[in-house]
């Protein structure tokens, strides 16, 4: 059981956008930044999203995040094949101090 | 560009202790703003932290692996370790180490992993 809550799965057609949430509490989301990471079987996760907004370098503006209380939430837009992928969230936890992912989405484009 | 890399027995025996290295290269492990992290992920589940280190020795554990893991740091040779004592089956899992820009802050380099079996 994940301490971050996401939905298993999320679809959608090539070009649509589609949004993951992510659902923690206060001593996670609330107090402190979230992160959002993209997971291809086999290579290393890739980090798409950091201090709840920004992107890193070489990451395109088709990919967004947001935050607000307990709950994060990741933004794709003009959807591609190749975002075809494991979504995860990621907070430290000051009560754990720890830090906490969620379970992961399976992002489907078809 | 900072580079990690993962080393370590692929096999390990149920009940003995799971070892592995990473290795940095393009930067310094020594440098005050970043702690260092191990990450795995069992076949078909999620990723799960296991815990990290600062250049100083300061750690963080995952709670409900603490009593099994030990995470250490070796300046001089650029690299940290993991130790996961009484494995079990359920260690099964690709191992990760990654490098994190302060406590609070999002892992921004990944290994590549490498996956540990735990089997007799």
């Known amino acids: 059981q994940s301490v971050l809550t996401q939905p298993p799965s999320v679809s959608a057609a090539p070009g649509q956008k589609v949004t993951i949430s992510c659902s923690g509490s206060?001593?996670?989301?609330?107090?402190?930044?979230v992160s959002w990471y993209q997971h291809l079987p086999g290579t290393a996760p890739k980090l798409l999203i950091y201090e709840n907004n920004k992107r890193p370098s070489g990451i395109p503006d088709r990919f967004s995040g947001s935050k607000s209380g307990t709950s994060a939430t990741l933004g794709i837009t003009g959807l591609q094949t190749g975002d075809e992928a494991d979504y995860y969230c990621?907070?430290?936890?000051?009560?754990?101090?720890?830090?906490?992912f969620g379970g992961g989405t399976k992002l489907t484009v078809v | 560009q900072l580079q990690l890399q993962e080393s370590g027995p692929g096999l390990v025996r149920p009940s003995e202790t799971l070892s592995l290295t990473c290795a940095v290269s393009?930067?310094?492990?020594?440098?005050?703003?970043?702690?260092w992290d191990w990450i795995r992920q069992p076949p078909g589940k999620g990723l799960e932290w296991i815990g990290t280190i600062y250049y100083s020795g300061n750690t963080y554990y995952n709670p409900s692996l603490k009593s099994r893991v030990t995470v250490s740091v070796d300046t001089s040779k650029n690299q940290f370790s993991l130790r996961l004592t009484s494995v079990t089956a359920a260690d099964t899992a690709v191992y990760y180490c990654?490098?994190?820009?302060?406590?609070?802050?999002?892992?921004?380099?990944w290994g590549q992993g490498t996956l540990v079996t735990v089997s007799s």
């Open positions: 990621g907070a430290w936890d000051s009560s754990l101090s720890a830090v906490v």
């Open positions: 393009g930067g310094s492990i020594s440098s005050s703003s970043y702690f």
């Open positions: 990654a490098r994190r820009a302060g406590v609070p802050a999002a892992i921004d380099y």
């Open positions: 206060s001593s996670n989301i609330r107090k402190n930044y």
